[in-house]
């Protein structure tokens, strides 16, 4: 009965540490290119406007 509650603890830990390095990993992330293009398309159209 322990070993079972140990081993469902265990499982869940690590699976809240895969997404937890998950994230850190994305936020140190640099933008991509497409990201970048796909932000620039609606400053360069208010720009324009007067």
């Known amino acids: ?5 140990f081993t469902i603890v ?3 830990m690590s699976l809240f540490g895969m997404l937890f390095a998950i994230l ?5 992330r640099p933008p991509r ?8 398309r609606f400053g360069c159209v208010n720009h324009f406007r007067p």
Request: charged share 20%; glycine share 4%.
């Open 24 to 28: 850190v990993a994305e936020a140190g």
């Open 10 to 12: 265990c499982l869940l």
């Open 33 to 40: 290119s497409w990201d970048q293009a796909s932000s620039c």
């Open 1 to 5: 009965m322990l070993v079972r509650r």
